[in-house]
Each structure stands twice: as structure tokens, then as C-alpha cells.
């Protein structure tokens, strides 16, 4: 089945520690994004990258980082400098041309800082 | 200007009644319109989206509303069914052929709980 996988599911880390969230899809989708997910806040878009070797910063990209070596791979790191990081992290991808523009998500990383 | 702004943060209906929730938005150039639906601890799935050169959009029990001038839309769910209990996100983003259609603004999410 065609879809987006994102692990681990669920990840604590010690504060100052860098960690890294991965999103694969084989849905041949050409961008993919990253979101983090707050109560009450909605979905907010941290980066995104419409084609391999290429990414740009979303609104809240600051502490992290991205990269896009490959079509089906876009992992996400949250580094030391990301203030409050203990969040839900999505991961979804898109066709970049025509289509009906939907987003198709993975199920989500919980990060939890302690 | 960038801002969605969703109401109400949570909703309580009764099975077969109406769930209504609204929003609006500032940003002109904002030109697609998407309704998603998430289940706990699942990702947010499409459930219908509208562009401005329409004012409604019917799918089964799922309506968009939209008032270009008013830069409010709305999503009706009709007969509403414990099953539509979920969170409900709206968004916008400018349509540009296709590449920004994830670069979605969502709104704040509305918390629906239909009882049986």
C-alpha cells in the first residue's frame, strides 16, 4: 500500500540533545513537508521541499533542520536550539502539478523533552 | 494577515444533528480552501475543500460554505454520526498551479464529539 511512514512513533529526549525524525513515502509524490502539531494551535509548517536537493524554511523553522537526498526521504532534526520542542511532528507529501492538491499525512511522531 | 482564525474550539452534538464550525481569514490571496478531519493519534486526512469561484460544495454529508466577500467559510456536517467525532482543521494557501498547495495556513482545529 502507497502511503508515508514516519518513526519512531514516540521519542523522549534529554534536553540538549539533537534528534532526528524520519518521513519515507512512496507515493512518487515529488514535495514533501513537515508540520508540528500544538494544541490549540493547529498545524504549523516548519519546512518543506518541492524536489530533491531542495528545501525552504516554512514559519517555524528555526532549531531545526532538514534534507532531501533522496525522492521518498525528508527527515526532520530537532536540534538544541529548539526552545520548546516536546510536540507532534507530521510529516506529509504532495504531486507539485495539477491534482486536486491534497496532503497526504503520515501519523505523526510524539516528541517529548524531559 | 497570514492567520486563519477557527471557531468554536470544541463542539457537542447529538447524533443525527448539524456540527457547523467557521472561519475566516485575511489574506486575499488565499484562493484554496481544504477541510481536514484527524482521528487520535492518526494524521490529518482531506475531507473536501472548496476554491472562490464556487459558494458551496456538497460531498455526502459534508458541506463548504463560502462568502468571498465576507472571507468566512464554514463546514456543515449533516446527520452528524458518533463516527464524525474528530478533530476538524480548516486551511487556506494561494493557489499557485499546484506548488503551494502544502503550504497550507491552518486554522486552530474544533475538538467535534457527537453522542449517541
Known amino acids: 500500500d502507497g502511503g508515508i511512514t514516519q518513526s519512531p512513533k514516540y521519542l523522549f529526549r534529554k534536553e540538549g540533545q539533537n534528534v532526528t525524525l524520519s518521513c519515507e513515502q512512496n507515493?512518487?509524490?515529488?514535495?514533501m513537508y513537515w508540520y508540528r502539531q500544538d494544541p490549540g494551535q493547529g498545524l504549523r509548517l516548519i519546512y518543506y521541499?518541492?524536489?530533491?536537493?531542495?528545501?525552504q524554511k516554512g514559519d517555524i523553522a528555526e532549531g531545526y533542520s532538514v534534507s532531501r537526498e533522496k525522492k521518498e526521504s525528508f527527515p526532520l532534526t530537532v536540534t538544541s536550539a529548539q526552545k520548546n520542542p516536546t510536540a507532534f511532528y507530521l510529516c506529509?507529501?504532495?504531486?507539485?502539478?495539477?491534482?486536486?492538491?491534497?496532503?497526504?499525512f503520515g501519523e505523526g511522531s510524539r516528541l517529548t523533552v524531559l | 494577515q497570514q492567520q486563519v482564525k477557527q471557531s468554536p474550539q470544541s463542539l457537542i452534538v447529538q447524533k443525527g444533528g448539524i456540527s457547523i464550525i467557521n472561519c475566516a481569514y485575511e489574506n486575499t490571496a488565499f484562493d484554496y480552501f481544504p477541510w481536514y478531519q484527524q482521528f487520535p493519534g492518526k494524521g490529518p486526512a482531506l475531507l473536501i475543500a472548496i476554491r472562490p469561484d464556487v459558494s458551496e460544495k456538497k460531498e455526502g454529508r459534508f458541506t463548504i460554505s463560502f462568502n468571498k466577500s465576507a472571507k468566512q467559510f464554514s463546514l456543515h456536517i449533516m446527520d452528524s454520526q458518533p463516527g464524525d467525532s474528530a478533530t476538524y482543521f480548516c486551511?487556506?494557501?494561494?493557489?499557485?498551479?499546484?506548488?503551494?498547495?502544502?503550504?497550507?495556513?491552518f486554522g486552530q482545529g474544533t475538538i467535534l464529539t457527537v453522542h449517541p
Open positions: 486551511a487556506a494557501t494561494p493557489y499557485a498551479g499546484g506548488t503551494s498547495y502544502g503550504k497550507l495556513t
Open positions: 506529509a507529501s504532495s504531486i507539485t502539478g495539477g491534482g486536486t492538491g491534497e496532503l497526504f
Open positions: 521541499s518541492q524536489i530533491v536537493n531542495d528545501f
Open positions: 507515493l512518487n509524490h515529488d514535495a
